[in-house]
């Protein structure tokens, strides 16, 4: 497996030694995050760990690209200039942030009432609720997870969210 996964992420990413921290990263990911989950289940999380890793390391190379070009256009040359480039650009709006303590406040209080009603939910629900929309993976690949067919998956998740929706509308949450 650590063979084909190191092959599979120098061929994405075209950088030897690149490739070989990204392996590295997902094995260990693997081992701290998933050491209790049945031997069959781990090549899959292993495979979506390494996709993660690769799609990281594209978005990290996209941002120090864009950054480079940013302060080259500002025609900053390494000297020790008085004026502050960072204050030349204008603030992102940020009205998705909560503007008020207050408001922190509650946000905080609705995510520990998700968490809380997600922890609720029947265990098989609560594992395919996760995998399919906290993970990320589609509906084969949590059929192959879970170790159950693709329909059961999809009651699975139906099932959850149904609950969920319910429990939190009884708790007066609305999303």
């Known amino acids: 497996m650590e063979r084909r996964a190191f092959k599979q992420c120098v061929f994405s990413v075209q950088d030897e030694q690149a490739a070989l921290d990204i392996v590295q990263d997902a094995m260990l990911k693997l081992a701290e995050n998933y050491a209790a989950r049945p031997a069959q289940e781990l090549p899959l999380l292993f495979q979506r760990i390494l996709q993660n890793g690769i799609r990281d390391h594209f978005r990290r190379g996209k941002v120090r690209s864009a950054w480079t070009t940013l302060w080259s256009s500002l025609g900053l040359t390494g000297e020790d200039d008085e004026a502050d480039p960072l204050e030349t650009f204008e603030v992102e709006d940020q009205s998705s942030l909560p503007a008020s303590p207050a408001d922190r406040l509650e946000q905080s209080q609705v995510m520990a009432i998700i968490e809380e009603a997600v922890q609720s939910l029947p265990e098989r629900q ?27 998956v999809k009651t699975h998740c139906s099932r959850a969210v149904h609950a969920l929706a319910k429990l939190l509308r009884s708790k007066g949450v609305t999303l």
Do not use: I, N, P
């Not at 399919?132 to 589609?138: A, G, L, N, T």
């Not at 997870?145 to 329909?151: H, I």
């Open 126 to 152: 609560r594992q395919a609720f996760l995998l399919r929309y906290w993970e990320d993976f589609d509906v084969s690949e949590t059929a192959k997870a879970m170790g159950c067919s693709e329909g059961s």
